[in-house]
């Protein structure tokens, strides 16, 4: 059974930064591309950020980019999203997500809030 | 960026009625359409992929059609289970999700 299990939300001051983590198991973890998908309380769901299975590529909505870095070890069946400059706006329960290259997202992780406020 | 509308925003309907969601794309991307179940503090669930293809496990009474532009979902016969939030998700480019259809309890 896939399991991805996100961890690092918390409560953080605007301008402020946090680093998420996403654990992968019960997958081969090096063949997937995998993603962060957030969601604002009370509203639908926004791609974040997505890398391939060797890191070769990497895609930034327009919202995050210059702001979150996504990366991941496949040594560690890991994912990250490093956040900076974070704002009021990036307030959200972040999801991890794994896929084939360009496809949907197969298996979600539960999930972690993130909360941006001073 | 390509848009993706779902209609309607709610859809409230009883156990056993046949419901149909709508998704509609700013511009064409062929088949690469999926759909997701959300339940309230839950992760979405994966139901249908490349516009019509089942996921493995999910119940064969959900299914999708269309291309190009035009999209549905469709739940055959409504069970308790399937009261929940649906989004629609383009993959042809990047990736964007629909803003959601909530079906409800009538």
């Known amino acids: 059974e896939v399991q991805l299990v996100e961890s690092g939300g918390g409560l953080v001051k605007p301008g402020g930064s946090l680093r998420l983590s996403c654990v992968a198991s019960?997958?081969?973890?090096?063949?997937?591309?995998m993603t962060w998908v957030r969601q604002a309380p009370g509203k639908g769901l926004e791609w974040v950020s997505s890398?391939?299975?060797?890191?070769?590529?990497?895609y930034y909505a327009d919202s995050v980019k210059g702001r979150f870095t996504i990366s991941r070890d496949n040594t560690k069946s890991s994912l990250y999203l490093q956040m900076d400059s974070l704002r009021a706006e990036d307030t959200a329960v972040y999801y991890c997500?794994?896929?084939?290259?360009?496809?949907?997202?197969?298996?979600w992780g539960q999930g972690t809030l993130v909360a941006v406020s001073s | 960026d390509i848009q993706m509308t779902q209609s309607p925003s709610t859809l409230s309907a009883s156990v056993g009625d046949r419901v149909t969601i709508t998704c509609r794309a700013s511009?064409?991307?062929?088949?690469?359409l999926a759909w997701y179940q959300q339940k309230p503090g839950k992760a979405p669930k994966l139901l249908i992929y490349?516009?019509?293809s089942l996921e493995s496990g999910v119940p064969s009474r959900f299914s999708g059609s269309g291309s190009g532009t035009e999209f549905t979902l469709t739940i055959s016969s409504l069970q308790p289970d399937d009261f929940a939030t649906y989004y629609c998700?383009?993959?042809?480019?990047?990736?964007?999700f629909g803003q959601g259809t909530k079906v409800d309890i009538k």
């Open positions: 997500a794994n896929s084939v290259i360009r496809g949907p997202f197969d298996c």
């Open positions: 019960g997958l081969t973890f090096s063949s997937y591309s």
């Open positions: 890398i391939s299975s060797s890191s070769d590529y990497i």
């Open positions: 511009q064409s991307i062929s088949s690469w």
């Open positions: 490349k516009a019509s």
């Open positions: 998700q383009q993959y042809n480019t990047y990736w964007t």
